[in-house]
């Protein structure tokens, strides 16, 4: 039996540092309402031109550097995001080629907050069925240029960022269960409106504005996470206290916590990046992951469970022996 485990992670943020200061002098609103209806302290903004491919490419090759591994060890390249850089090429092609990992498959997955759970729900099972020996998993988005500046209940919520992880083929799990879902009648509870001059709302960044229910949301995320993680612990025939680290999707501390509770974890057992970056949407988990690994806190034989909620609605989660 081949499974598929994790054998480097990295991340990148960008360097401009936005504040709720700096954005209580544009919109009504105070850096203790964010902090309290959120955990958000400051968020990144790409730099003008610096796209979702820079912020990955530098993710993946801090991952390569952490596996040993270079671009062409690579057979495949799945990259979440909702921010491409073109309609075509994907992300994962520009990605692939400045990797310099050219020959095997390479493709977006778009599911908002939860690509990255997607992406490496769709990657896993590439390096189980022997389809791909070496994978590289990418979450990342430039979500801040899809943002109305003026909307105090969306623009507080984003940031920019990047995470990779590779995996490979190895005789003991690694990732263990994966779990995906869906529920497209949600639509107008969260989407991006585009300019319909031209009679199609689809455009990919430029007039591009984020619409949200923030509350009706937020009890969505609650919800079908706390379903989530009911779910993963069923499949693998674990009790909740077996967990050693929760890596959740870094949207809203109070919906983090929720979650910890729901799996009676503590919150010292629970990785929060959120107050740093806010919302990175795909970039978020693989962040988070890799902050808690390069600090020593996640170490090999850990038993973690990575969850994510996003517009969609997308939600999924993925149970992994790091
Ligand atoms: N500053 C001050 N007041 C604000 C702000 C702000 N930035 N934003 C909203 N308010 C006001 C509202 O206007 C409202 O005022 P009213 O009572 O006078 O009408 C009041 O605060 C309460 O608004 P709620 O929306 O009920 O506030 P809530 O506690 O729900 O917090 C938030 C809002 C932070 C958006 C929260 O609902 C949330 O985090 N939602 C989920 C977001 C999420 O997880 N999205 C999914 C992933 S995103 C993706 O996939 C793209």
Redesign the pocket.
Known sequence: MTFARIAGTGSYLPERVLTNDE?AAT????DD??RE??GIRERRIAAPGETTCDLAERASRRALEAAGLEGADLDLIVVGT?TPDRVYPSTACRLQARLGAEGGPAFDVQA???GFIYALGVAEKFVRTGSAARALVVGADV?SRLLDWSD???????GDGAGAIVLESAPEPGVMTTHLHADGTGERL?YVEGSVEDGYDNPIQSAAR?R????E??KR?VRALGGIVDQTLEANGLARGDIDWLVP?Q??Y??IEATARRLRMPMERVVVTVDRHG?T?AGSVPLALDEAVRDGRIDRGDLLLLEA??????WGSALVRF
Do not use: K
């Open positions: 954005l919109v009504d609103t105070t309402w964010i209806r959120t909702t908002v907050c939860t979500h105090r209940g969306t623009c507080i919520l984003f969260l984020t949200m229910q923030g509350n949301v937020f995320a999707h949207a809203n109070r919906i919302n949407s909620f996003g517009g969609g609605f997308t």
